[in-house]
């Protein structure tokens, strides 16, 4: 099956640092979404980017779907972005999504 | 928003005891889906259902059922605790937009912790 990894698998970061997690897939695939879970467990979705780049305030996402990876930028990383990112791949049409293992971000004030 | 709603933010259950997890959406969604989280394992997919009445196996379905009567309803039932299902579950749902259209965002409830005794 299709393999995906993260890294890195934690990051402590100083408030007001920038920080660019990764994921790498093994096959091609027609998602590709990234989510926070929060210190509470809530899966937030932050973007769905099956390729190219988008922008949400701080945050910002690239996928290159054909080098089989995407990025997630955090710029001026606030104590609020603490908590694990998972990049999760879709396989087949909305009917399966395969998780990374997350990175664990820490952003100390 | 859509919203997915999970019945019990926490639950406590005996070794044997049948488990009900509910999970609810409200935006018509036709796929659900049921994760657990593990620490060191990530989020593992239990099961999943794409319409009414119609289930798919996940990676680690034994010792699961699932029961979808109701396209906003989608229930994950253990039918014989056993103290290696304690663990953090997760409810999700996404919108069936079309071969192509890509636009499958994934929304999930806020989880259900449970420990098996």
């Known amino acids: 099956g299709i393999q995906v990894e993260q890294s890195p698998p934690d990051l402590i970061l100083q408030e007001g640092a920038n920080s660019t997690l990764r994921c790498n897939f093994s096959d091609s695939v027609n998602n590709l979404q990234w989510f926070h879970q929060n210190p509470w467990g809530q899966l937030i979705n932050l973007f769905y980017i099956p390729s190219g780049t988008k922008q949400n305030g701080r945050l910002s996402a690239t996928t290159v779907a054909t080098e089989r990876y995407s990025l997630l930028y955090i710029s001026s990383s606030q104590t609020t972005d603490s908590g694990v990112y998972f990049c999760a791949v879709e396989l087949g049409y909305g009917q399966n999504f395969v998780f990374g293992p997350g990175t664990r971000l820490s952003v100390l004030p | 928003d859509v919203k997915v709603t999970q019945s019990s933010r926490y639950l406590v259950k005996r070794t044997g005891e049948k488990v009900f997890l509910e999970c609810v959406q409200d935006?018509?969604?036709?796929?659900m889906f049921w994760y657990r989280q593990d620490p060191g394992l990530g989020l593992r997919l239990i099961y999943f259902?794409?319409?009414?009445?119609?289930?798919e196996k996940g990676d680690i379905p034994e010792g699961y059922s699932v029961s979808r009567e109701k396209k906003e309803r989608f229930s994950l039932i253990l039918e014989s605790a056993s103290t290696n299902q304690t663990s953090m579950y997760l409810c999700a749902s996404s919108l069936w937009q079309g071969i192509g259209s890509g636009a499958n965002v994934l929304t999930f409830g806020a989880g259900s912790r449970l420990t098996v005794l």
């Open positions: 935006m018509d969604h036709e796929n």
């Open positions: 259902s794409y319409d009414v009445k119609m289930k």
